[in-house]
């Protein structure tokens, strides 16, 4: 393998530690893909300097003129403290010609709105959840008639951040309580999507012209009584010790119907396409009790520390 001089890419608050020895260290848990991601570099014989970045474009083009990078590795999520405008990096490094990894900008913008997203893929005919936006700052008077039960959660936002049990609504009353909840926890615009029966599956996908699609990871609920909902909250997602109280784990996907594996790989490359994505992307689905899949979210740039579902379905797949 051709050693490349790598210029790691980071939030400005998230540049590992220099002094990091070992995974025991307690600085690790809000650094974790930073560092697994460098140590992943240097050990396989790449030279690595890391950059922290904020908004800072003439710091970022001086570090960039002086070093020569041959790519950037990067592991940005925000742009001045605000997620949905990330792609600005991505765009200065396509303007500038640089190579880097991960998504380009068009597929980080229609990935990121869910609304805009789920219009792409039902115009293509592929089931999404039916749904509403409701923009920051208000909610109507009139609400159309919706699919109840419902998942409210924020526009943009990614990292399951506003969902909680609350953000499962059975009626208008709860519905409203929950929009107002998620414009004030994310400062940003709703939306109300039908929720889907059926199993929860995350996928991996890698590639531009050529995409591999790794082994399937799924959310599974073993505590749950049937009739309970199952969503992947903020508390799922982060919260370890929920997840062992309530039987909550994620597993590799088995005893599937016979050529659903394949629907799946087929159905996630259309997805990756039609979202124009690039680099790796996760793509989540639900599988329902009559055996027909839904799109929840196309992922550009997902986490891939050591533990997270990209990194498991990729090590399977013989990746490391």
């Known amino acids: 393998m051709k050693k490349l001089r790598v210029l790691l890419l980071v939030h400005e608050s998230l540049v590992p530690p220099d002094d990091i020895k070992d995974d025991e260290d307690p600085r690790l848990a809000e650094v974790q893909t930073e560092y697994d991601v460098k140590q992943a570099l240097i050990e396989l014989g790449h030279d690595v300097n890391t950059f922290g970045f904020y908004d800072d474009f003439l710091a970022l ?21 605000i997620g949905e405008d990330d792609h600005f990096i991505v765009g200065y490094l396509e303007m500038m010609k640089i190579p880097y990894t991960g998504s380009n900008t ?3 913008v229609l990935a990121r709105d869910k609304a805009v997203s789920k219009k792409i893929l ?24 919706l699919p109840y039960p419902l998942i409210v959660k924020g526009l943009r936002e990614e990292g399951s951040v506003g969902i909680a049990q609350a953000s499962y609504v059975e009626n208008e009353e709860q519905l409203r ?33 050529r995409l591999d699609v790794y082994p399937i990871r799924e959310l ?19 919260d370890s010790k929920y997840r062992e109280r309530w039987g909550i784990d994620y597993i590799f996907a088995r005893n599937m119907a016979k050529g659903m594996k394949q629907k799946i790989i087929d159905l996630c490359k259309q997805v990756y396409r039609l979202h124009e994505l690039s680099g790796y992307a996760r793509i989540d689905l639900r599988l329902t009790p009559e055996g027909e899949l839904y799109v929840l979210e196309a992922n550009p740039n997902p986490g891939i520390a050591d533990g997270e579902d990209v990194a498991f379905s990729a090590e399977k797949a013989g990746i490391s």
């Open 61 to 81: 083009h001086q570090v960039i003129s002086e070093w020569k990078p041959d790519i950037v590795f990067n592991l940005t999520e925000d742009f001045a403290g």
């Open 106 to 108: 068009r597929g980080m």
């Open 220 to 238: 599974v609920f073993n505590k749950l009584a049937k009739d309970q909902p199952r969503m992947a909250t903020y508390k799922v997602k982060w």
């Open 122 to 145: 039902h115009y293509h005919g592929i089931k999404v959840p039916d749904f509403e936006v409701f923009p920051f700052g208000s909610v109507p008077s009139r609400i159309r008639p």
């Open 177 to 209: 309580k929950r929009v107002e909840a998620v414009h004030d926890i994310t400062q940003d615009d709703a939306i109300a999507e039908q929720y889907i029966h059926g199993r929860e599956f995350y996928i991996a996908v890698t590639g531009n012209d």
